[in-house]
């Protein structure tokens, strides 16, 4: 490792002793081995700092910091961010697992585009053409809300310019949907490389806050704050596009309170409801079957073809 690390990678970690392991390892097998690997652990209570503090002692390029107290998942992961070394910054869940090819694909793609501030992977690939694509603010806003979805990646799916992420403020801490909530801000602001998907393997399981009631009360509120940003004057989208997104987001808001209500859960769904705060009319002039597009936020060239970059093409001719 370098004095300055290309890259540090940020494994925020609370009470993880069962899967922790397997994520610092994951990490440590990277073909790209520029990074420190910083640990930092919310207090835990059970054996996740013993088992982070052997490999800090067998591997020079992990440190392992320890809050004094539990700051939140959030908060955590800001103080992380706030002592990265690394000129970009990747985090990494404590219950995930990062494919070796992991680093080297997300650096070598987002170093190669200096007009995006972060690059996004994802679970699964991404609709509307092939990686990586270079995407606008109104590009992005397409995507979520015309398209099939670009704000539901987690933190560990993104890769960050160190720098970037400080100048845009790092997370907001508002629970479990803060993520989505800084999609929602920065995407409406700056450019976004989306590189290919499968770089990871994120791991569900019953102990993830996620799962919790107060999770669901928090989840409850972000469509409101979808349709807030939809109607401010920092929305990238066209008037037409604006309208079209505000039918697709009032739609989703009654199918989720329709399963709130059907699963007995009536807290949630009144708390979606009244977050959203639409009017009757609100109601009445946007409630419409949804349209939405897998080409919605894809780049194009000035043929309407998918723009193909200059990583995937053939550096010798073919044929005469």
């Given at each position: 490792?370098?004095?300055?690390?290309?890259?540090?990678?940020?494994?925020?970690?609370?009470?993880?002793?069962?899967?922790?392991?397997?994520?610092?390892?994951?990490?440590?097998?990277?073909?790209?081995?520029?990074?420190?690997?910083?640990?930092?652990?919310?207090?835990?209570?059970?054996?996740?700092?013993?088992?982070?503090?052997?490999?800090?002692?067998?591997?020079?390029?992990?440190?392992?910091?320890?809050?004094?107290?539990?700051?939140?998942?959030?908060?955590?992961?800001?103080?992380?961010?706030?002592?990265?070394?690394?000129?970009?910054?990747?985090?990494?869940?404590?219950?995930?697992?990062?494919?070796?090819?992991?680093?080297?694909?997300?650096?070598?793609?987002?170093?190669?585009?200096?007009?995006?501030?972060?690059?996004?992977?994802?679970?699964?690939?991404?609709?509307?053409?092939?990686?990586?694509?270079?995407?606008?603010p109104r590009m992005c806003y397409?995507?979520?809300?015309?398209?099939?979805?670009?704000?539901?990646?987690?933190?560990?799916?993104?890769?960050?310019?160190?720098?970037?992420?400080?100048?845009?403020?790092?997370?907001?801490?508002?629970?479990?949907?803060?993520?989505?909530?800084?999609?929602?801000?920065?995407?409406?602001?700056?450019?976004?490389?989306?590189?290919?998907?499968?770089?990871?393997?994120?791991?569900i399981h019953s102990q993830q806050?996620?799962?919790?009631?107060?999770?669901?009360?928090?989840?409850?509120?972000?469509?409101?704050?979808?349709?807030?940003?939809?109607?401010?004057?920092?929305?990238?989208?066209?008037?037409?596009?604006?309208?079209?997104?505000?039918?697709?987001?009032?739609?989703?808001?009654?199918?989720?309170?329709?399963?709130?209500?059907?699963?007995?859960?009536?807290?949630?769904?009144?708390?979606?409801?009244?977050?959203?705060?639409?009017?009757?009319?609100?109601?009445?002039?946007?409630?419409?079957?949804?349209?939405?597009?897998?080409?919605?936020?894809?780049?194009?060239?000035?043929?309407?073809?998918?723009?193909?970059?200059?990583?995937?093409?053939?550096?010798?001719?073919?044929?005469?």
């Amino acid at each position: 490792m370098s004095a300055v690390p290309t890259v540090s990678v940020l494994l925020t970690t609370y009470n993880r002793e069962k899967y922790v392991a397997a994520a610092i390892e994951s990490v440590l097998s990277q073909t790209f081995g520029d990074f420190e690997l910083l640990i930092a652990d919310d207090h835990s209570t059970d054996t996740t700092v013993p088992i982070a503090r052997a490999y800090e002692k067998s591997d020079t390029r992990v440190r392992v910091i320890v809050n004094e107290a539990n700051l939140g998942q959030f908060r955590n992961r800001n103080r992380a961010a706030g002592l990265a070394r690394g000129v970009f910054l990747k985090y990494h869940d404590s219950d995930d697992f990062m494919y070796p090819h992991c680093l080297m694909t997300m650096v070598t793609l987002l170093a190669a585009e200096p007009r995006a501030s972060f690059a996004l992977s994802n679970g699964w690939c991404w609709p509307g053409g092939p990686c990586p694509m270079l995407l606008t603010p109104r590009m992005c806003y397409q995507r979520e809300f015309l398209g099939f979805g670009l704000f539901m990646c987690g933190p560990s799916g993104a890769l960050f310019r160190t720098e970037s992420f400080a100048a845009l403020g790092g997370f907001p801490e508002r629970g479990v949907g803060s993520d989505y909530l800084f999609w929602l801000s920065v995407c409406a602001r700056v450019n976004v490389l989306l590189v290919p998907a499968d770089l990871f393997w994120y791991r569900i399981h019953s102990q993830q806050e996620l799962h919790t009631e107060r999770a669901a009360q928090e989840y409850a509120l972000l469509l409101g704050e979808a349709w807030r940003a939809i109607h401010s004057s920092q929305c990238p989208l066209l008037p037409e596009e604006r309208e079209q997104a505000k039918r697709n987001i009032a739609f989703s808001l009654l199918k989720h309170t329709y399963r709130d209500g059907r699963s007995g859960r009536w807290g949630v769904a009144t708390r979606r409801l009244r977050a959203a705060a639409l009017s009757w009319r609100d109601w009445l002039r946007y409630l419409r079957p949804p349209r939405r597009t897998a080409l919605a936020g894809t780049p194009l060239d000035e043929n309407g073809d998918y723009l193909v970059s200059a990583w995937t093409q053939p550096s010798v001719k073919v044929g005469g």
